[in-house]
C-alpha cells in the first residue's frame, strides 16, 4: 500500500515507480533494522543542551529551595522570639558586645542577675535586642546560633579548651559576669 502522496508524485510525473518502490524499501530497512543509527551531530548537540538545562534546572531548584529553608528559619525565629520574649524593664545599662560593636539595653536588678547567672540571654530580634529565657535562647540556636548574641550559660557548658601560660596565671583572678561598663 503507497502513500497518498506517493500516488501524486506519481500522477503528476515528478517521480517514478521505481523510484517509490526503491523508497518504501528503505523505510522498511530503517523500521526493522537491528542496529540503531549513530546520532548525528545535530542530535547529539541537542542532547547534550538538554542535559545542561535539566542540570541547570535542578541547580535551580536547589537553590529556591535553600531560600526557602532559610525563609522558614527566620519566620520560625520570630515566631519564638515573639512568644519567648521577657518584659524588659528598669533603669541600669546592661552592655554587652555584639560583634565588634556594643550594645546596651535597660534591665532592673532582677533581670540584670538573671543574666548574669545564664537564666536569661539576649537574642538578636530585627534591629532590635530581646531578652529571651535560656529554653528559648536553645531553640533559637537550634535553627540559626548567629542570632544569640549573648548566654552566659552557654559558656558553662562548653568544653574547656586547654590553658595558655598567660591564661592559667590569670584564671585565678575572678572576674565577675555582671560586670558594669
Do not use: C
Not at 548537540?45 to 522558614?72: G, I, S, T
Not at 530585627?126 to 559558656?155: F, N, W
Request: net charge neutral.
Amino acid at each position: 500500500m503507497r502513500n497518498p502522496l506517493q500516488e501524486q508524485l506519481l500522477k503528476a510525473g515528478l517521480a517514478k515507480k521505481s523510484q517509490a518502490t526503491q523508497a518504501v524499501r528503505e523505510q522498511n530497512k530503517q523500521r526493522q533494522a537491528k542496529n540503531p543509527q549513530a546520532p548525528s551531530a545535530e542530535q547529539a548537540e541537542a542532547e547534550r543542551a538538554r542535559a545542561e538545562k535539566v542540570e541547570r534546572d535542578r541547580a535551580l531548584e536547589a537553590q529556591r529551595k535553600a531560600q526557602a529553608r532559610a525563609h522558614e528559619l527566620r519566620a520560625q525565629i520570630q515566631q519564638i522570639v515573639e512568644q519567648g520574649k521577657v518584659k524588659r524593664k528598669g533603669e541600669i545599662a546592661y552592655r554587652f558586645d555584639d560583634g565588634e560593636a556594643i550594645r546596651t539595653v535597660y534591665v532592673d536588678t532582677a533581670l540584670r542577675a538573671q543574666l548574669a547567672s545564664g537564666a536569661l540571654a539576649i537574642v538578636r530580634h530585627g534591629e532590635d535586642y530581646e531578652l529571651v529565657p535560656r529554653a528559648v535562647a536553645e531553640k533559637v540556636r537550634e535553627r540559626d546560633a548567629a542570632m544569640v548574641v549573648l548566654d552566659h550559660g552557654a559558656s558553662k557548658t562548653a568544653p574547656a579548651e586547654p590553658l595558655s601560660e598567660d591564661d592559667a596565671y590569670y584564671a585565678q583572678f575572678q572576674v565577675p559576669d555582671d560586670l558594669v561598663w
